[in-house]
């Protein structure tokens, strides 16, 4: 596990001097830093960050409006140099709030709470083989496999569609695809996955899932039929 990480703060030696601190720590990586929270607001792609450290006094836009604009927000470290901003980091869910200055041993500490959260929010979905867990904002929710009906690759973020609700989470097709009990699930396009009882349909290359039409490729078409029970 590598976490991606990104520093805002307007403090220049201080972001030095937790980039040090983070190229220290060997599960984590620098991919991005900001002096303010404008320019990380207008030009950061949230789908590439998987750990915040973000500064609370900043000119302009402070670090709590910062995450309060923002619709999704990633696991944060809030940095501050009052004490007074623990109560917010509390509200925020962050992960650690760290007091200005900040020690080694005491980054490493909060290194290590973030690890910890990775590691048990990614433990259901290896463990539970009737269920698969996808982030949603600050929480994991849990779907049951059996309620899935397709699963759609959308850029760097994938498409999960059950009866009523759609989900959409940041991951790969094939990770996803992986977690999936292959019995029940095929991939039929480079960018769909189906559970082949949920079919309605077939027509030429075209399948019919929930009245949704869903492509298939040419070099699928020979596995479907055979899975399918199609002469």
């Not at 269920?131 to 496999?145: A, G, K, T």
Request: glycine share 2%.
């Amino acid at each position: 596990m590598l976490l991606r990480c990104v520093i805002i703060d307007d403090d220049s030696v201080f972001t030095k001097i937790i980039e040090h601190y983070i190229s220290k720590i060997d599960f984590m990586e620098l991919t991005n830093k900001y002096s303010d929270a404008g320019s990380a607001s207008k030009s950061l792609d949230f789908n590439k960050v998987d750990l915040l450290f973000l500064d609370i006094e900043m000119p302009g836009m402070s670090g709590i409006d910062f995450l309060n604009s923002l619709p999704v927000a990633p696991p944060v470290i809030i940095m501050s140099r009052h004490k007074d901003y623990g109560v917010d980091a509390f509200d925020h869910d962050s992960i650690d709030y760290l007091h200005k200055p900040v020690s080694f041993p005491r980054f490493a500490k909060a290194a290590n709470k973030a690890k910890k959260f990775f590691e048990h929010a990614s433990r259901p979905e290896r463990n539970n083989k009737d269920s698969l867990f996808v982030r949603q904002e600050r929480m994991w929710i849990r779907i049951p496999m059996s309620e899935i009906l397709y699963v759609k690759a959308d850029d760097n973020d994938v498409i999960i569609k059950v009866a009523d609700k759609t989900y959409k989470t940041h991951a790969k097709l094939t990770n996803i695809y992986s977690q999936l009990p292959q019995k029940d699930f095929m991939q039929v396009h480079r960018s769909y996955i189906v559970q082949l009882q949920k079919i309605d349909k077939i027509d030429g290359e075209i399948i019919e899932i929930n009245t949704r039409p869903i492509p298939v490729s040419k070099a699928h078409m020979k596995e479907l039929h055979e899975r399918l029970n199609i002469l």
